[in-house]
């Protein structure tokens, strides 16, 4: 409501634009900053949907994903994906995997989709997918995160609906300082479930990307009494672990992918 009553005040005469004097200098605040609407119109059609299949056609593993860059291909557009790595550990590799493009907008799209190169180590957990698509939109990428600011995490959890959660970054850099350019991890107090790892984090005052998530903290439940003993995990709620902008670009430099992160960065 704040912001729209200033823009009521300021109208058409300053556009958006108010002249501050201090002293003999001034400056230029902008009092304009877009709505949630609009900047979730510009994150929403980065986010896909990765599905896994086996050989009949049947889902085997569902992930969320995120779009990086597109590039022309002879028969279209090529669209590259971001997701996590651990999305094609163990059993999975092998299986059929494709990409689901449009779900901000009902009209989904399934198409294969070739993993071109994956980690999954105690410091990075990526993939890169390639596929090709007409409804490849990018997200923007400009700045790491800092502590403290709003994000939203657009992901799909158990394999189902596109979802977003939001909540602030909450911790940065807490596998310690050595080689933070490599490794550095975030954390988001946005809840996430199963089938959200790979998915876009986003600044949710500009909408560009900051990381993808990497999994969250589990807490172990154990039965108590009974003849058969048995536990399950479950989500430790705000604690939901991020791949940061700079271990991503750390990744795509060691495979030779650097080029597809083009927007200004340091």
């Given at each position: 409501m704040r912001l729209a009553?200033?823009?009521?005040?300021?109208?058409?005469?300053?556009?958006?634009?108010?002249?501050?004097?201090?002293?003999?200098?001034?400056?230029?605040?902008?009092l304009w900053e877009p709505t949630d609407e609009q900047i979730l119109a510009r994150i929403l059609p980065s986010a896909v949907q990765v599905i896994l299949e086996q050989q009949e056609g049947r889902r085997f593993r569902a992930a969320s994903g995120v779009i990086i860059a597109t590039r022309p291909a002879?028969?279209?557009?090529?669209?590259?994906?971001?997701?996590?790595?651990?999305?094609?550990?163990?059993?999975?590799?092998?299986?059929?995997?494709?990409?689901?493009?449009?779900?901000?907008?009902?009209?989904?799209?399934?198409?294969?989709?070739?993993?071109?190169?994956e980690s999954e180590t105690d410091n990075l957990d990526l993939a890169l997918l390639k596929a090709e698509s007409d409804r490849c939109t990018?997200?923007?990428?400009?700045?790491?995160?800092?502590?403290?600011?709003?994000?939203?995490?657009?992901?799909?959890?158990?394999g189902s609906r596109m979802t977003l959660a939001r909540g602030v970054v909450s911790q940065t850099d807490f596998d310690g300082p050595a080689d933070r350019d490599r490794d550095s991890r975030l954390m988001v107090d946005a809840s996430v479930s199963y089938g959200a790892s790979g998915a876009g984090v986003y600044e949710a005052r500009t909408g560009s990307l900051i990381g993808v998530v990497e999994g969250y903290s589990t807490a172990r439940l154990n039965s108590q009494g009974g003849d058969t003993s048995w536990y399950i995990d479950v989500p430790v709620p705000g604690q939901t672990l991020v791949t940061s902008l700079r271990s991503i670009r750390k990744f795509l430099e060691e495979t030779g992918h650097s080029d597809l992160l083009q927007d200004s960065f340091r």
């Open positions: 009553l200033v823009t009521r005040a300021v109208g058409r005469v300053a556009l958006g634009m108010s002249v501050v004097w201090l002293g003999a200098g001034c400056r230029v605040v902008n002879t028969s279209g557009t090529e669209c590259f994906v971001l997701t996590a790595g651990h999305t094609f550990s163990g059993p999975a590799r092998g299986k059929g995997v494709y990409v689901v493009f449009g779900s901000s907008k009902g009209r989904e799209t399934k198409v294969r989709a070739a993993v071109l190169v990018p997200a923007s990428v400009r700045r790491p995160a800092t502590l403290g600011e709003w994000a939203w995490v657009v992901a799909f959890p158990w």
